[in-house]
Each structure stands twice: as C-alpha cells, then as structure tokens.
C-alpha cells in the first residue's frame, strides 16, 4: 500500500548551506561537500520512499542550477508534489517536469502544509501547520510555569529536523488522534 511522506528543506545543489551555523555555533549541516550532501539525502530518500509512495516536499528543494537540479529530482523516488518555498524560483514548467502539482500550500487530512508558517492566528483552523523553512528552530510558546515549549500546533518537516530521510505522514497523523 503507497504511503506518503513529507520533507523540505532539501537545499540540493546549495553549497553555501554547509557554511550555515545553529544559533550554538555549531554547523548546520556538517558534510564534507555538497556533492556528499546531495549523494546523501538521496540515499536517505530512495531508501525511505518506495516508487508508488507520494512525497509532499515543503518547499527549497533546491536553485541556482535546474539542470543539476532536475538530474537529481529525476533520481527521486515516489510521486512528488512540491509546495513552493522561497527559494524555488525557476518557471513552473520547469518544476512540472518532476512534480504531479505545484502548489503554494495544501490541506492534507485537516493539516495545513506549507513552506513558511502560517501565523498563530490562522492555524486553529486545522489540526496543526506542517512547515519548513525554519530549518534546525521550532516555533515555541511561553507556557505559565514551564516557560518557552515548542509550540504542538506546527511541525517542522525541514530536513535537520526530520534525520534528512522524508516522514511518514502516518506518524505525525497518529500523533495528532
């Protein structure tokens, strides 16, 4: 039976996000090139998603080059619908060519998918937001007596977050029940 899964946040191609730090100093993504980078969340994706499986990606998958771009989207298992993120800027029919649809956001299961967060006020109308873009943050809340917490109305699905393999909608679906 096909499953669906869930990632963002790819960044494939984008050298410059191995230089990126987490708000401790430390590297974002601690890889030795970009080429083992990309090499690397491929593995991660193929063997994770199986090629009847549909794969919502939240958003930077990756830019600057869509010809290395699409020789890797063409490598990726599963059916793939792209919600566009702040990086994904080339023309749409280029993006067509590897995804089923391209959408700026997308109700699944009375979840809200999109790249950015959606703001605190609009999210009571779904489950919870399943975002990117925040990359190794959470969005949190001040609780009275405990302080900051991360906030349960938003996931991140950016790739930091996730081990860099694509998550199984099912997880998230069951925790929310």
Known sequence: MAKTFLISDTHFGHANILTFKRNDGSLLRNFPSIQYHDEYLIDRWNQTVSPNDK?????????????????????????????????DNFKLSQYQQHFKDVRASHQLDKFILTHIPIHPDSVGRWKANIHGHLHANN???????LGLQDDSRYINVSVEQIGYTPIDFEKIRSFYK
């Open 139 to 145: 969005i949190q809340e001040k609780i009275p007596g």
């Open 55 to 87: 794969v919502y990606h939240l958003g930077d998958i990756g830019f600057k080059n869509f010809t290395a771009l699409s020789m890797i989207l063409s490598r990726l298992n599963g059916t793939k619908i792209l919600i566009k993120g702040n990086h």
